[in-house]
Nanobody, 121 residues
Framework: QVQLVESGGGLVQAGGSLRLSCAAS????????MGWFRQAPGKEREFAAA????????SYAVTVKGRFTISRDNAKNTVYLQMNNRQPEDTAVYYC??????????????WGQGTRVTVSS
């Protein structure tokens, strides 16, 4: 069982940066693939980024590649999402998730409650 708590959301101007954090409970955090997803107002939740259990592999959606960076610190049971050059279309609730699968974009078992990010133009 893994419990996830996101933090770091807020209001940022277009072009600015923001870092989200996701703290996980449980001693098996370092065996999970971790992912970040987002859900914009009126839209379905979509994949943003994922990182393998040992941080050796990362994967990004085309819409965020080159602007977002996912990382993890297994000693702190935390995964991060650094978001640079934010655009208004990045406004969404951001969720972190955990999966026992290797580098999946859709097979996630555990989810956080989400943190809201608003980008003003």
């Amino acid at each position: 069982q893994v419990q996830l708590v996101e933090s770091g959301g807020g209001l940022v101007q277009a072009g600015g940066s923001l870092r989200l954090s996701c703290a996980a409970s449980g001693r098996t955090f370092n065996t999970y693939t971790m992912g970040w997803f987002r859900q914009a107002p009126g839209k379905e939740r979509e994949f943003a980024a994922a990182i393998s259990w040992n941080a050796g592999t990362t994967s990004y959606a085309v819409t965020v590649k080159g602007r977002f960076t996912i990382s993890r610190d297994n000693a702190k049971n935390t995964v991060y999402l650094q978001m640079n050059n934010r655009q208004p279309e990045d406004t969404a609730v951001y969720y972190c998730a955990a999966s026992p699968m290797l580098m999946t974009r859709d097979a996630y078992n555990y989810w956080g409650q989400g943190t809201r990010v608003t980008v003003s133009s």
